[in-house]
């Protein structure tokens, strides 16, 4: 179970406790039994300790017992009835072995022409105090192939088995597997190139009693969150296919990789496209209820709130479902409504929040191109956790992060901000193909975007302190092997490689350049129309605005895993007669390349890397006084650098930002403290 604001202790505290009377009325008879039988003498042997037993058996021994028996048969008959008889009990390897299944029987229909969701039109009644909702809605169908489509494939959710599935044309349905949710209709006039229909579902979501395995109920009394995961798919469902390589192995599965291979062209043909949305939303009276899109009206009718909501730009992929007892900021960016719904109680975030979300506006539609949309809505979502996530034009967070406020003052990171500006990074990102470096491509750019408002509006310490934290090796500790960044999914690939390379070049050749390549590359893969952009595209992009000089530092960035080690070994200073101060540094260079296996090989090093010396900084920001700070062609192996500054010199080093040499170590290698001579 769990407390959090919104929810309260629903809705896992009841099932809990059922679970944990059930055992207390076992523990009860395991007493009786153990008084019963208890040692308190010399008495040897089971024999003679049943006999005491017996001689110890009261009335109200008996009577306890049997209560306890009795107990456990009703509280367990209840679990049972709830667990097996309300809801279908199926073990782990169940699951797996349905899944499995799923895969054999329907991946032969993964690449057949089937029709698109372009746009989906919905009636959403949320009941939060019986724990339901109904969903009436129908899907646009447009067939984008060059061929007629005669059968439709559409997949349901096992939870909430969809009624009243009907197109607007006659077609018959030849197969219906409840179990593994696949369903296939075959249409009496097939759907003509270019042409459209009409899908029609129906869907209830339902909490009937509790289930044995830890489960969030969609809809509660005070903050209800669904997706359209519960609503009907069109097509074979890739999403459900086991990923593990050892189940997959179990079940006779060919091995699978998590992405197709960036090379792959007909992975970057499958556009899903942008999805219109409508939707009005029936709540209780006393709540608010959220879905994607701009708030068209509100009105109250037979003692419920309606809400209509409408995203024609795009309701992106996965379109959430909010309702509960909201207070609503709102507030505006140039023509764009903020909407801002949160718990009456939790409101100290808002401010931080919306300086972040207007600054990202600022920057991106500055640096990016428009934002697509005319809204931006914010919605607290009930649960502890402190995790963001952004979808179009909506950002969600779990209570936490409204809780979260960071002490502001010397030498703090404005985490909380960062994260919103990563969030809102991602309204620029653009329909990505589904191959290695999707997530480079989407996390990647969603944290070099969010770095460079934090730069511009909060300032470069605030950004350095926001690297020095990235640096961490929690949560994504570095990983030395594995595929270049062009290829990479893994989140260090995605959330630190990738910010970090592109953080580097903004350093080597200017932000400008960089914010090019990337407003490029929007403007031309941002419709989402087929071939989607990948790694490579992006790449292109870069390579374009790259002067010659510095084409080696991209490959060495991208094409492979390369890793700088600087280390300063010891730094002096002397004041000179003119009262300068003349620092001689001593530095090490290293440079390896790592390739897949995690084999690292030493390569040639002579570049430039930067050389600084510092003053006595602020505190906290040790690194606020740069006295000299300079491009130096750095050769693998030991070097003496003697440069001259104005003022006495605290701090100097290799590399001290770490541009480059992006490991985190207790004592910075890179930086040594001046030791002052004469
Ligand atoms: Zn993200």
Redesign the pocket.
């Known amino acids: 179970w769990s407390y959090s604001d919104m929810r309260g202790f629903a809705p896992l505290l009841g099932p809990w406790m059922w679970f944990k009377l059930y055992w207390a009325a076992w523990a009860l008879l395991l007493a009786v039994f153990a008084r019963l039988l208890w040692l308190r003498g010399r008495e040897r042997g089971l024999r003679a300790r049943f006999y005491l037993a017996r001689q110890r058996l009261t009335r109200a021994t008996v009577a306890t017992a049997a209560g306890a028996a009795g107990l456990i048969v009703t509280l367990g008959g209840f679990v049972f009835y709830n667990t097996n008889v309300l809801n279908k009990y199926r073990t782990d390897s169940e699951v797996t072995a349905l899944q499995a299944e799923y895969e054999q029987r329907y991946k032969r229909y993964d690449s057949i022409p089937q029709p698109r969701v372009t746009g989906s039109k919905l009636r959403v009644e949320i009941h939060p105090r019986r724990g339901e909702a109904e969903i009436r809605g129908s899907y646009n169908l447009v067939n984008y192939n060059d061929v007629a489509i005669d059968s439709i494939h559409v997949a349901t959710s096992p939870r909430a088995r969809p009624e009243a599935l009907a197109f607007d044309r006659k077609a018959a349905l030849v197969l219906a597997d409840v179990e593994r949710g696949h369903r296939i209709y075959s249409l009496a006039t097939p759907l003509q190139p270019g042409d459209s229909m009409r899908l029609g579902f129906e869907v209830r979501i339902r909490q009937r009693g509790f289930r044995n395995e830890s489960y969030d109920a969609p809809v509660v009394a005070n903050g209800t969150y669904f997706t359209n995961h519960w609503f009907p798919q069109i097509g074979y469902q890739q999403g459900r296919e086991l990923l593990s390589a050892g189940d997959r192995r179990a079940h006779g599965l060919a091995p699978r990789p998590v992405l197709a291979s960036l090379y792959n062209v007909e992975a970057r043909m499958k556009s899903s496209g942008r999805v219109t949305l409508d939707a009005v939303v029936g709540t209780d009276e006393s709540q608010v209820a959220v879905a994607p899109g701009r708030l068209l009206r509100t009105w109250k009718e037979g003692g419920r709130r309606y809400f209509h909501y409408s995203a024609d730009a795009d309701a992106g992929s996965e379109t959430g479902f909010f309702s509960a007892r909201y207070a609503v900021h709102e507030s505006k960016w140039n023509d764009v409504t903020i909407q801002v719904f949160h718990h009456p109680g939790h409101s100290a975030h808002v401010e931080r929040m919306l300086r972040s979300v207007r600054a990202s506006l600022e920057y991106y539609t500055k640096n990016y191109g428009p934002y697509r949309h005319r809204h931006l809505s914010v919605v607290e979502q009930a649960g502890n956790g402190t995790g963001m996530h ?1 979808e179009a034009a909506m950002i969600t967070h779990a209570e936490g992060f409204a809780l979260w406020n960071p002490k502001d003052g010397a030498g703090r990171l404005d985490l909380p901000s960062a994260i919103v500006a ?2 809102m990074g ?1 309204q620029w990102n653009i329909p990505l193909a589904r191959v290695e470096g999707l997530p480079v491509m ?2 990647g750019l ?1 944290w070099y975007t969010g770095m460079q408002v934090m730069r511009e509006h909060y300032g470069p310490a605030q950004l350095r302190r926001l690297m020095r934290f990235m640096r961490q090796p929690y949560p994504y500790p570095q990983i030395r092997r594995g595929e270049p960044l062009l290829r990479g999914q893994d989140p260090y690939m995605a959330y630190r490689r990738a910010p970090f390379a592109l953080h580097a070049l903004t350093e080597y050749m200017g932000v400008d350049r960089v914010n090019t390549a990337l407003r490029r590359l929007i403007e031309k893969h941002g419709s989402g129309a087929p071939p989607l952009a990948t790694t490579l595209d992006f790449y292109r992009e870069l390579k374009a605005v790259t002067p010659d000089s510095l084409q080696y530092l991209l490959h060495d960035l991208f094409e492979v895993n390369t890793f700088w080690e600087f280390e300063a070994d010891r730094v002096t200073a002397e004041k000179t007669q003119a009262g300068t101060w003349q620092v001689t540094l001593n530095v090490r260079a290293r440079k390896v390349v790592g390739d897949s296996a995690g084999v690292e090989t030493e390569v040639p090093m002579d570049e430039l890397v930067p050389i600084g010396v510092f003053g006595r900084g602020e505190p906290g920001d040790e690194l606020s006084a740069p006295l000299y700070l300079k491009m130096h062609r750095i050769r693998s192996g030991k070097h003496a650098i003697t440069v001259t500054v104005p003022r006495e010199p605290a701090l100097a080093g290799i590399d001290p930002y770490h541009l480059l040499d992006w490991e985190e170590r207790e004592d910075d290698g890179n930086i040594e403290k001046v030791k002052i001579g004469k």
């Open positions: 952004a990563h969030e991602h989407a996390e969603a």
